[in-house]
Nanobody
Framework: VQLQASGGGLVQAGDSLKLSCVASGRTSIILNMGWLRQSPGKEREFVAGISWGGPTTNYADSVKGRFTISRDNAKNTIYLQMNSLRPEDTAVYYC?????????????WGQGTLVTVSS
């Protein structure tokens, strides 16, 4: 499975941004997908996850109520709608597939997309 993330950029605190991740290749093996992020000097952390065939979603406490993960199975795409962005949300955001939600243990990874939130 190949994953291609996009949508990052430079925004101000309080703004919104929407990330996309398109899966290609052996998409039939996808069970779930997720967004993870890594800030400078910090370990990679789970942000949000979604099952591929059902309604299950999970969020890190730090983004609950601000971020929404969604998917479009027909387009093999997941999205991360990020609202009320804060400077501490600045990170490289990665999409990943087939992992343990609420952890960073995923089998397939895309390249990151940088989100910078200025104060």
């Amino acid at each position: 499975v190949q994953l291609q993330a996009s949508g990052g950029g430079l925004v101000q605190a309080g703004d919104s941004l929407k990330l996309s991740c398109v899966a290609s290749g052996r998409t039939s093996i996808i069970l779930n997908m997720g967004w993870l992020r890594q800030s400078p000097g910090k370990e990679r952390e789970f942000v949000a996850g979604i099952s591929w065939g059902g309604p299950t979603t999970n969020y890190a406490d730090s983004v609950k109520g601000r971020f929404t993960i969604s998917r479009d199975n027909a387009k093999n795409t997941i999205y991360l709608q990020m609202n009320s962005l804060r400077p501490e949300d600045t990170a490289v955001y990665y999409c990943a597939a087939n992992g343990h939600m609420l952890t960073t243990r995923y089998n397939h990874w895309g390249q990151g997309t940088l989100v910078t939130v200025s104060s």
